[in-house]
């Protein structure tokens, strides 16, 4: 009985997937072989030669000033922890991520506001 | 299943030649990406998101693994995909930390379902019936911890073997067992006798 089930699950789960698979709108199936298409001209790219040198360039800047910013002091008076704030860090240079690199100016912005400052730990409770 | 999907010609081919090749990661990435692209929607819920992270799931496969054996491609795709979705969680997060402080709402789920475009159907009715199903399905996978929703869709959803799981999780074969027989129980206790 209990094996029956199992089965019955595994299988109507099988099914139920591959019909909303199957049922993947236009748009959707439409941006999904654009993404292909985008993958598949990689294949077209001469290796680049040092060019990961300015990413790395980039990362230790955003590293640097990431770390600047959470080692401050403006994280260290609450309960914002050593090993958060390298977490943090880790995620923040995570490869292919250039986002947050591109948002330095904002972490900058972020520091320099007194409220900021003022907080025990602004970070804190937030997920 | 990959393995149905992929042609025999497609499976163990050392891939050499350019076009030969392209050819066939073609044929790769057009079996799985609709699949790639629902299991990411099950715990991004987003389709902007998850569009972007099979993307780059894709042109990863493709820039370091594409000269690979093709046999390798499912667990090593479904690797980097976890991977591209576990750390999109883990910036949530960061990103989350900072959107509170001041206090601004994020966009809600109302409003990626909202714009989302409508099913298309002969049948209005059974697609409700399907696509209830599925969303109880994917609200059952979404209360799974992590390890256990990804052994759970790489054994029944993909179809992998126990090696293969075991290669796209990064983890022993004893704990891929674990890990979905812990899934299955789960599931049932969550979808009921009823389900579907």
Redesign the interface.
């Known amino acids: 009985m209990n094996d029956r089930r199992q089965s019955e699950i595994e299988s109507a789960a099988r099914k139920v997937f591959e019909q909303s698979v199957g049922e993947l709108d236009g748009a959707t199936r439409s941006k999904l072989t654009q993404a292909r298409h985008r993958a598949l001209a990689e294949l077209e790219q001469p290796p680049a030669v040092f060019g990961w040198l300015p990413r790395a360039a980039l990362a230790t800047l955003a590293a640097a000033a990431v770390g600047v910013w959470l080692f401050s002091g403006n994280g260290s008076d609450g309960e914002l922890t050593e090993t958060a704030a390298v977490a943090d860090i880790e995620i923040l240079l995570s490869d292919d991520e250039l986002e947050f690199y591109e948002e330095l100016d904002f972490y900058a912005w972020l520091e320099s506001q007194p409220e900021f400052n003022g907080l025990e730990d602004p970070l804190d409770g937030a997920g | 299943m990959i393995s149905t999907v992929l042609t025999d010609d497609c499976m163990n081919l050392n891939v050499e030649d350019?076009a030969t090749?392209?050819q066939h990661?073609?044929g790769f990435?057009?079996s799985i990406?609709?699949?790639a692209?629902?299991i990411t929607m099950m715990t991004v819920r987003d389709?902007d998101e998850a569009?972007d992270i099979?993307?780059?799931a894709?042109?990863?496969?493709?820039?370091r693994y594409?000269k690979r054996p093709s046999s390798e491609w499912p667990p090593l795709f479904y690797r980097i995909l976890q991977n591209r979705t576990r750390?999109w969680h883990?910036?949530q997060?960061?990103r989350?930390?900072?959107?509170?402080?001041f206090g601004r709402d994020e966009a809600t789920n109302e409003e990626v379902i909202a714009n989302a475009?409508?099913?298309?159907?002969d049948d209005p009715l059974g697609?409700l019936e399907?696509d209830a199903?599925?969303a109880s399905?994917e609200t059952a996978l979404g209360e799974l911890p992590d390890r256990q929703r990804e052994a759970?869709v790489l054994r029944?959803?993909e179809?992998m073997d126990v090696k293969q799981t075991a290669v796209a999780m990064g983890c022993s074969d004893g704990s891929v067992k674990t890990h979905y027989s812990r899934a299955?129980q789960r599931?049932?206790e969550r979808?009921g006798?009823h389900?579907?």
Do not use: T
């Open positions: 350019g090749g392209a990661l073609d990435l057009r990406e609709g699949r692209y629902r389709a569009l099979v993307q780059e894709m042109i990863k496969l493709v820039r594409g750390d883990r910036r997060n960061v989350r930390k900072v959107i509170n402080f475009p409508g099913p298309v159907s697609q399907r199903a599925m399905l759970f029944n959803l179809g299955i599931l049932r979808l006798d389900w579907p």
